[in-house]
């Protein structure tokens, strides 16, 4: 069964630092393109981060640029988000999620997992 | 960067209803486009994309058309396993999201 299972949320001060992974399972990683969408409390999805199968390609969105950094261990089935310099509306579910395809383009997401929950609070 | 418009953001309906959905892109994305269904508590699950392409294991109830800035998601016979909210995707250049429609019981 293909699969993605995310862990590591959790209540962080604002400021602090939080790493999120996401355990993939049932395909081979290796191959496909993985992103990070987030979604605050009662909104719509925002699209975080990406890295390519490869790691030659990553982008973030403005909203992370230059606090989060996106990460993979092809040899472990394992995507990472570390997340640095938290603010309050960094709040809501993070989710992974695979392209539908393996390739360079830009995809939709097929795959996702059920979401891990960053709260940002003092 | 692409923004993209969904309209309504509620949609009322009843089971065996026709419902559309239009998303509206600021400028031209091709057919670099795919809907999402949510229900609470729950993660998105894709249903079309390439604007038009179902999803495997999709029932054929669902269908997409348009191209360049202009989209819709149809439901030709409302199910009650339907009401959720859709969201539209582009990934024509990076990854933009609408900002969702929620069909609900009428």
């Known amino acids: 069964e293909v699969q993605l299972v995310e862990s590591g949320g959790g209540l962080v001060q604002p400021g602090g630092s939080l790493r999120l992974s996401c355990a993939a399972s049932?395909?081979?990683?290796?191959?496909?393109?993985m992103n990070w969408v987030r979604q605050a409390p009662g909104k719509g999805l925002e699209w975080v981060s990406y890295?390519?199968?490869?790691?030659?390609?990553?982008y973030y969105a403005d909203s992370v640029k230059g606090r989060f950094t996106i990460s993979r261990d092809n040899a472990k089935n394992s995507l990472s988000l570390q997340m640095n310099s938290l603010r309050d509306e960094d709040s809501g579910i993070y989710y992974c999620?695979?392209?539908?395809?393996?390739?360079?383009?830009?995809?939709?997401?097929?795959?996702w997992g059920q979401g891990t929950m960053v709260t940002v609070s003092s | 960067d692409v923004q993209m418009t969904q309209s309504p953001s509620t949609l009322s309906a009843s089971v065996g209803d026709r419902v559309t959905i239009t998303c509206r892109a600021s400028?031209?994305?091709?057919?670099?486009l795919a809907w999402y269904q949510q229900k609470p508590g729950k993660a998105p699950k894709l249903l079309i994309y390439k604007a038009s392409s179902l999803e495997s294991g999709v029932p054929s109830r669902f269908s997409g058309s348009g191209s360049g800035t202009e989209f819709t998601l149809t439901i030709s016979s409302l199910q009650p396993d339907d009401f959720a909210t859709y969201y539209c995707?582009?990934?024509?250049?990076?990854?933009?999201f609408g900002q969702g429609t929620k069909v609900e019981i009428k």
């Open positions: 400028q031209s994305i091709s057919t670099w």
């Open positions: 999620a695979r392209d539908q395809t393996a390739g360079f383009n830009t995809q939709a997401f097929a795959i």
């Open positions: 049932g395909f081979t990683f290796s191959s496909y393109s």
């Open positions: 890295i390519f199968s490869t790691t030659t390609a990553i």
């Open positions: 995707q582009q990934y024509n250049s990076y990854w933009t």
